[in-house]
């Protein structure tokens, strides 16, 4: 099982940012999949993730409006697109696999992660 994040960089404050998922090797299409970031030495913060079929999304009151969560279950890929980054968007940014959703909560029940992408926001 893989779950490989990509695109994590250095953005200005205001700046956009895309980053890439890559999964392989299990049942892509049976998983929600999401997105966690943590700063380190403070809890993990999942901020977003999308259903498995009719691509339901939920996204934490700290990125909605700003984050787009998007998959394609052809391509084992889902992509997060981040714009007006702030500087509290700093962390390094984890997608994970989950076995459950809720339109109110997010997912839940993790399954497999990633190793991470770092995002850095700053002048």
């Known amino acids: 099982v893989q779950l490989v994040e990509s695109g994590g960089r250095l953005v200005q404050p205001g700046g956009s940012l895309r980053l890439s998922c890559a999964a392989s090797?299990?049942?892509?299409?049976?998983?929600?999949i999401g997105w966690f970031r943590q700063v380190s030495g403070k809890d993990r913060e999942a901020f977003s993730c999308?259903?498995?079929?009719?691509?339901?999304?939920w996204y934490s009151d700290s990125v909605k409006g700003r984050f787009t969560i998007s998959r394609d279950n052809v391509n084992h890929t889902v992509n997060l697109e981040m714009s007006m980054l702030k500087s509290e968007d700093t962390a390094d940014y984890y997608c994970a696999a989950y076995s459950r959703f809720s339109p109110y909560v997010g997912c839940y029940s993790m399954k497999y992660w990633g190793k991470g992408t770092p995002v850095a926001v700053s002048a």
């Open positions: 999308i259903d498995r079929d009719d691509g339901e999304t």
């Open positions: 090797g299990f049942s892509f299409g049976d998983y929600v």
